[in-house]
């Protein structure tokens, strides 16, 4: 079966703290890419990176960064210096033709 | 440059009604997918289109059905509507990258099933 667990439900962090959102997935694809999004409360899934399966180099790009290691299927992502405006429903997937979503991790960012 | 739009935005149908979800895709792009999302859930794959042609298909039963239209325009039509259909519908666009680009979502039609 192909899925995601997303083991966190709801994270509250104070703004500036750092946090880590969990993703293990599962897959019959040998080739595919992992993908995460974030869900305002106005509804649409924005785009926040992306990572191909066949390179487990780990990046960073401004406040984002990730953790990926095929061998475990995990996909893990932190924010650095957390803002209020990354309030938000935070989902990952992996996609060949379309997305897995898992139930994704609501994250509150408190002033 | 607008993004992808979907109309409308909040719907309510009675059961065993039909409804017809409407959205554009951002300039450019080429492929449509539809995603169902209950409250509380992830979304949900329906199918995708591409030049025209559903080209996959999700776990949904025929009641659920799309066209896409040379404009690259498409639409998701739903028949004899059950209460479990209340969601949000979502719309994805995205490039012919068959999985390896990112979409780009609209906001969502909000139909509620009475």
């Known amino acids: 079966a192909q899925k995601v667990t997303q083991a966190q439900t709801e994270i509250s962090v104070v703004e500036k703290e750092d946090v880590t959102l969990d993703c293990v997935y599962e897959t019959r694809d040998t080739t595919y890419y992992l993908f995460w999004y974030k869900q305002p409360p106005s509804g649409e899934l924005v785009f926040l990176i992306r990572r191909n399966s066949f390179d487990e180099q780990n990046e960073i790009s401004g406040r984002y960064s990730w953790n990926f290691q095929k061998s475990t299927s995990s996909f893990n992502f932190t924010i650095t210096a957390s803002q209020v405006v990354d309030s938000a429903v935070y989902f990952c997937a992996p996609s060949t033709y379309k997305y897995i979503f898992g139930t994704g991790t609501r994250l509150k960012v408190l002033a | 440059d607008a993004g992808v739009t979907q109309s409308p935005t909040h719907l309510i149908k009675t059961r065993g009604q039909q409804v017809t979800l409407r959205c554009s895709p951002k300039?450019?792009?080429?492929?449509v997918s539809w995603y169902q999302q209950a409250l509380g859930q992830g979304p949900q794959f329906i199918f995708q289109y591409y030049e025209e042609e559903e080209r996959q298909r999700g776990n949904f039963p025929d009641r659920f059905s799309g066209h896409q239209f040379p404009n690259y325009s498409s639409e998701l039509n739903v028949n004899a509507l059950l209460l479990g259909d209340s969601a949000l519908y979502l719309c994805?666009?995205?490039?012919?990258?068959?999985?390896?680009?990112?979409?780009?979502f609209g906001q969502g039609t909000r139909l509620t099933v009475v």
């Open positions: 300039s450019g792009h080429d492929t």
């Open positions: 994805a666009s995205s490039g012919e990258g068959r999985g390896n680009t990112e979409a780009f």
